[in-house]
């Protein structure tokens, strides 16, 4: 993923983001609340570690998958994926926070 066009590299997440309470879990890793230091705004924070992405081909596709659906759709109903970084470690993709629980739980 260090070719993927839209990743940013940062130092250390927490100069640009406050980490905070813990919203949910997937396949790549947790999905954490986040405030933008600058702005103030809150916003989701979907935190993968890299060893895990690259750990099967599969993951790797279906992150960017997920990534060139989300950053090509401009629509109400679909998150909208606001910044896209990496360190040494971590993907980190932020994006519109939604309220109301996980949807796989709703759709159960």
């Not at 999905?31 to 060893?51: L, P, S, W, Y």
């Not at 992150?63 to 993907?91: F, Q, T, W």
């Amino acid at each position: 993923m260090n070719d993927y066009k839209k990743f940013k590299s940062i130092d250390n997440i927490e100069q640009k983001y406050t980490l905070g309470g813990f919203l949910g879990s997937g396949a790549f890793g947790q999905v954490r609340k986040c405030t933008h230091i600058d702005t103030g705004n809150e916003f989701a924070i979907k935190v993968m570690q890299k060893d895990m992405v690259k750990k099967r081909k599969i993951y790797l596709k279906l992150l960017e998958n997920e990534l060139s659906i989300l950053g090509s759709k401009c629509h109400p109903k679909i998150i909208r994926i606001v910044d896209l970084m990496e360190d040494a470690n971590n993907y980190y993709i932020v994006s519109e926070i939604v309220e109301g629980g996980e949807l796989f739980k709703r759709l159960c």
